[in-house]
């Protein structure tokens, strides 16, 4: 699992994304790009990472679902995803 610090500081990044959405698009429509380099850093949404809702992860995260590779099979597993089976052939 992530450390709590990581997922605080995503969660933050993403606040501050939200927070200048509407000043960066006028900017980039005008092309002022040097207001943009003015703005924060972690105002671009590049910077936000997908990150597991459970766990936490950052690699092996399945957009569809929002969850890790690893959270996924094992929620999976138990039935708790509605829809998904095991494959066996």
Avoid: H, Q
Avoid at 13 to 35: F, I, P, S
Avoid at 45 to 56: D, I, M, T
């Amino acid at each position: 699992m992530a450390t709590k610090a990581w997922i605080a500081r995503n969660k933050r990044k993403a606040a501050t994304v939200k927070k200048y959405a509407t000043l960066r698009a006028e900017l980039k429509a005008k092309g002022d790009y040097e207001g943009l380099c003015k703005l924060p850093k972690n105002a671009s949404p590049v910077r936000v990472v997908n990150r597991c809702r459970l766990s936490g992860r950052r690699r092996g995260y399945i957009r569809k679902y929002g969850v890790s590779r690893l959270t996924f099979r094992e929620l999976a597993l138990n039935g708790l995803i509605p829809g998904v089976t095991k494959a066996s052939w």
